[in-house]
């Protein structure tokens, strides 16, 4: 902005100076007018000097010549005679007046512009002298700041030194050119080198010799690159040991990308080692165990649906190993008839049901088929519920079982055979009784159709008689041929009650030939079983004779067998056949189900295992104890319909 003039003032602040210069002039005229009128004398040159000299020392040159100025013309004006007016006479004075105020404006406004410049000089001093203070401030300020970096520096690099010798792992700094240039506590600990006695020392340092030649080999083949690098090494522990290490080492370069330090750290996978060494041989037995006993294991993530299925599982299923396990491969394993029953299994597995155990056929794409047992059960692993299991291959177990079936059927076939050899007099007896009631009732029969007049009457009766006994007869051998005949089990609906009452009729003069008397006890609330009639028959009869063989030999008291039926527990009936004989010595009690144990001279000690065996077909058991009077009772369970099989 241009500086405004000193006679034409521009702003506000140069106005009022002018505006000074003409007070004052206006103030020295009244002032000498009162001293006039009063002390009839006036200094009026003082006065207007004083104002000139006031003017120019407040407002500066321009407000200075202003008063000047109309200081002359009221000078002239009112105290020059003629008063009030202008007289020409007195321009000497007026002029030497002129002068006079000009040198007063010329040394007012040198002496003010002398005392600014002393100001501003005294400003700029002070400024100066400010600024240097602010300086020092601001340098002891920095002073400090670099004070307190230098603590926090050292501060750092203490808690840094700690920090490396404190970590649970081996550090290590190297030169260039891979020499060992520092380690920390925990390495000198480990290794039980001090710091000093590392100096000079390359790579080599506590590590086992046979490993030397690979660590080097690491070394200078990344030195020329550059590149980081890790190995494994054994690293002798300070009480000798060798033990495993993973270590890494990544390069510290400069601004031009130039290697200057190589950093390593180290840490003990020893017992990690031990540990997957462990965990491999763990594999590998389990591997060898399962390969052995034909049991895969398998889990099934049922959330993600992810399926791990072992080596062997594999095997058993059939697919190779990089197939990956789906249910939609499983079920294509699956025999169509019992695809169902495994889709029933995974159906609950979605459900949330915690234990499995069934077994299912596989169809295999030879045609073969296998027989599989599966267990599996739930767990929740990471919040995630998987379901995790095995499955055997039992294929010859079942093979094994169908042929022991066989040669169990056979066996037991031979034994009913050999048990109606036995009871071969009372079958003949049980025949002879209605056949010769037969021949007795046909002879009656002709006699009263012999007559002259015939007895129609009295003949049909008999030959009514004579069916019966016929029925009769049929009745007893339909019941041997079934005894003796060879055919797989029928699992049906029984009532226990009526195989009693049946097998009694096959045993009456066996019962009859041995002086016992059979009496019966059956409970008519029982629920229907399920059973093969023949094999339960062969079980009564079994126990029974051998009941009434072992009171051949007792005297003074009767024979009695008693045959019982009652339920047992909720599911089950309970059979029991009881004699009064010698009975079996506590310590032989244990052995009378076994094969080929007997305490009969002729025996082969087949009966009671077969009993046994065809007991826990049915799913119930059987077991003998003294009675509580003479003798012993023979007691089994079978289930009923519908509740154990």
């Known amino acids: 902005m241009a500086r405004s003039s000193p006679l034409w003032p521009s702003a506000p602040g140069a ?3 002018y505006a000074v210069a003409v007070l004052a002039v206006a103030a020295a005229v009244v002032v000498g007018l009162l001293l006039d009128r009063f002390l009839h004398t006036a200094p009026f040159v003082s006065l207007f000097l004083c104002a000139v000299l006031l003017a120019a ?3 500066g040159a321009g407000p200075g010549l202003l008063a000047t ?6 000078f002239d004006y009112y105290f020059i005679a003629p008063a009030d007016s202008f007289a020409a006479q007195a321009a000497p004075r007026l002029v030497l007046f002129a002068m006079t105020a000009l040198f007063v404006v010329w040394v007012s406004v040198a002496q003010r512009r002398t005392a600014e410049s002393l100001r501003r000089a005294r400003d700029d001093l002070r400024a100066t002298v400010q600024e240097l203070e602010n300086l020092n401030k601001s340098l002891q300020a920095e002073n400090a700041e670099r004070k307190k970096a230098e603590q926090s520096i050292r501060q750092a690099e203490r808690e840094l030194q700690v920090t490396i010798d404190s970590i649970p792992a081996l550090a290590a700094r190297y030169r260039r050119d891979g020499s060992l240039d520092f380690v920390n506590q925990t390495w000198r600990t480990y290794t039980g080198l001090s710091q000093d006695s590392l100096q000079g020392r390359r790579w080599g340092a506590a590590i086992h010799p046979d490993d030397l030649p690979l660590v080097e080999a690491a070394w200078r083949a990344h030195l020329p690159t550059g590149e980081p690098f890790q190995l494994e090494q054994r690293l002798r522990r300070a009480d000798g040991e060798y033990r495993w290490h993973l270590a890494r080492r990544v390069p510290l370069r400069n601004e031009d990308g130039e290697v200057i330090r190589w950093y390593g750290v180290g840490h003990d996978i020893e017992d990690q080692k031990r540990a997957e060494r462990a965990l491999q041989r763990s594999e590998t037995y389990l591997a060898e165990a399962q390969r052995l006993s034909n049991t895969g294991s398998f889990g099934w993530s049922i959330g993600s649906e992810e399926i791990f299925w072992s080596k062997e599982t594999y095997r058993i299923m059939g697919f190779d190993e990089t197939v990956k396990p789906t249910i939609g491969r499983l079920l294509q394993r699956v025999h169509p008839d019992d695809r169902k029953l495994v889709q029933q299994q995974l159906d609950r597995a979605v459900r949330g049901e915690p234990d499995y155990d069934y077994e299912h056929r596989l169809l ?11 267990r599996a059960h739930r767990q929740v692993e990471a919040g995630e519920e998987e379901l995790v ?3 055997m291959d039992v294929t010859a177990t079942r093979k094994a079982q169908e042929a022991l079936q066989i040669a169990h059927t056979a066996l037991a076939h031979v034994t009913r055979v050999s048990t109606l050899g036995e009871m071969s007099a009372s079958i003949a007896h049980e025949v002879n009784q209605p056949l010769a009631a037969i021949v007795t009732n046909a002879e009656s029969s002709l006699r009263w159709l012999s007559r002259q007049m015939p007895d129609i009457e009295e003949a049909g009766a008999g030959i009514r008689k004579i069916v019966k006994d016929a029925h009769r007869a049929g009745e007893v051998i339909r019941r041997v041929r079934e005894f003796s005949k060879k055919a797989d089990p029928l699992m049906i609906p029984l009532d226990i009650n009526e195989v009693v009452e049946e097998t009694v009729t096959l045993l009456r003069y066996e019962a009859l030939r041995h002086g016992v008397a059979i009496r019966l006890d059956l409970d008519s609330r029982l629920l229907p079983v399920r059973g ?5 028959q062969q079980v009564i009869i079994n126990l029974a004779v051998n009941g009434m063989q072992a009171m051949t030999t007792v005297r003074g008291r009767d024979r009695v067998l008693i045959m019982r039926t009652q339920p047992h527990q909720s599911d089950r009936v309970l059979v029991a056949v009881e004699d009064v004989g010698v009975g079996v010595k506590p310590e032989n009690a244990d052995q009378l189900f076994s094969a080929f144990y007997t305490t ?3 025996g082969l000690g087949m009966g009671l295992s077969i009993c046994r065996s065809i007991v826990e077909a049915h799913g119930g058991r059987v077991w003998a104890s003294p009675r509580m009077g003479p003798g012993m009772s023979f007691q089994f369970t079978i289930s009923a319909y519908g509740q154990g099989g």
């Open 389 to 391: 299991g095995a499955l």
């Open 15 to 17: 106005i009022l100076r």
């Open 600 to 602: 009969k001279p002729d």
């Open 532 to 536: 093969d009639r023949v094999q339960l």
């Open 57 to 59: 020392w407040l407002g």
């Open 69 to 74: 100025g109309l200081s002359i013309l009221t």
């Open 364 to 374: 295999m794409p030879d045609g073969d088929i296998k027989h599989l047992h599966v």
